[in-house]
């Protein structure tokens, strides 16, 4: 606080206020709807991550590959067993904010992480069934140039802020 002889001026730092304007009511609808997918997927990307993680770290102590390999499907098997049925029920939109987030949590293409923990042949087989619902498992997540991954990021940031999320 600041005291002159006449006024009071009280100097505080103020946290960085982000406003979102909308162009229309569709971009207002597009950014709700984006909100909504993204906060239902996020989870899934964070236990991918976590996931991964484990994985890799169990790996490098497994010293024979076709021990790795035994493990690797039983992670499969159990990922399968879990997750199936809940993947499954995500839209083709959700598939494609999912693969966004993994890529955000983990640094690595979900299609890089397909191709270093199954092959080649199998990344190339989820890639193409990819292609053909209309993503891409190789595509980046870019919050510095792509819209939507700016809006993205920007959903995550807000959620953290309110503790909807961690």
């Not at 207002?28 to 239902?40: A, D, G, S, V």
């Not at 996020?42 to 169990?58: F, N």
């Not at 920007?154 to 959620?159: M, Q, S, V």
Request: no cysteine; hydrophobic share 35%; aromatic share 14%.
């Amino acid at each position: 606080m600041y005291y002159d002889k006449k006024d009071t001026l009280v100097l505080s730092e103020i946290n960085e206020v982000q406003i979102l304007h909308f162009k229309n009511k569709e971009d207002q609808r597009y950014f709700r709807r984006l909100q909504y997918k993204t906060l239902k997927v996020y989870p899934y990307a964070k236990l991918a991550s976590s996931k991964l993680d484990s994985v890799l770290a169990d790996l490098d102590s497994i010293p024979k590959r076709r021990k790795q390999k035994a493990y690797i499907k039983a992670v499969e098997k159990w990922t399968k067993e879990e997750l199936a049925e809940d993947l499954k029920k995500l839209s083709r939109w959700e598939g494609r904010i999912l693969s966004k987030l993994i890529y955000r949590e983990t640094n690595i293409s979900t299609y890089e992480i397909i191709k270093d923990l199954r092959g080649g042949f199998q990344a190339f087989f989820w890639q193409s069934l990819a292609r053909f619902y209309d993503n891409n498992l190789k595509t980046p997540y870019q919050p510095q140039s792509v819209e939507e991954d700016k809006w993205i990021e920007y959903i995550l940031e807000d959620a953290k802020r309110q503790g909807l999320i961690e």
